[in-house]
T-cell receptor, first 116, second 113 residues
């Protein structure tokens, strides 16, 4: 199994600023993902973080707002840019080894972001 | 997009079996059924998954109907620590485009003392 850690665990930010969230996996993984969970809601996939190339974004999410890096097989960052109160959510990192459907997918503890 | 339908909430008495249903009527033959749960303020936790046959592990049992259009997650002896949101997810056995998880709305299970 893979253990995922995220930094920071929570933050309170001012409108118009940016925050970078770090995700570290304790083993090399093929696939890494970023999710958003708005208050009282389910998880929504933001993007797939691709190692060595640009992330693949889901409908409704764009690179200018949520730039993502993945420099190697164990680490990724998500930046929430030019934040507004609507960006207040929990952001979760997730990882999986391989494309096969029977590989378990692991989730980090999340980063709780509050934008004032 | 999520391809599953679950009741929004359920209650279960402590010590009794919790049976959580999931409808996935549009599931295709090459899609797994996965169950995850999310305890408040934590990341989702894997429970179990299956393709065609019923499955059991130390946490739960998964019963998949013969036509595969629905399934039931069974927690045999629910405890207060099983209070969580339970997500049923379908996922292809293989894709070349990431094989992402898409979450539906889930079922909020409350275990009552």
């Amino acid at each position: 199994s893979a253990v995922i850690s995220q930094k920071p665990s929570r933050d309170i930010c001012q409108r118009g600023t940016s925050l970078t969230i770090q995700c570290q996996v304790d083993s090399q993984v093929t696939m890494m993902f970023w999710y958003r969970q708005q208050p009282g809601q389910s998880l929504t996939l933001i993007a797939t973080a691709n190692q060595g190339s640009e992330a693949t974004y889901e409908s409704g999410f764009v690179i200018d707002k949520f730039p993502i890096s993945r420099p190697n097989l164990t680490f990724s960052t998500l930046t929430v840019s030019n934040m507004s109160p609507e960006d207040s959510s929990i952001y979760l990192c997730s990882a999986r080894e391989g494309l096969a459907g029977n590989n378990e997918q692991f989730f980090g503890p999340g980063t709780r972001l509050t934008v004032l | 997009d999520a391809k599953t339908t679950q009741p929004p909430s359920m209650d279960c008495a402590e010590g009794r079996a919790a049976n959580l249903p999931c409808n996935h009527s549009t599931i295709s033959g090459n899609e797994y059924v996965y169950w995850y749960r999310q305890i408040h303020s934590q990341g989702p936790q894997y429970i179990i998954h299956g393709l065609k046959n019923n499955e059991t592990n130390e946490m739960a049992s998964l019963i998949i109907t013969e036509d595969r259009k629905s399934s039931t997650l069974i927690l045999p002896h629910a405890t207060l620590r099983d209070t969580a949101v339970y997500y049923c997810i379908v996922r292809p056995t293989w894709t070349d485009t990431g094989n992402q998880f898409y979450f539906g709305t889930g079922t909020s299970l409350t275990v009552i003392p």
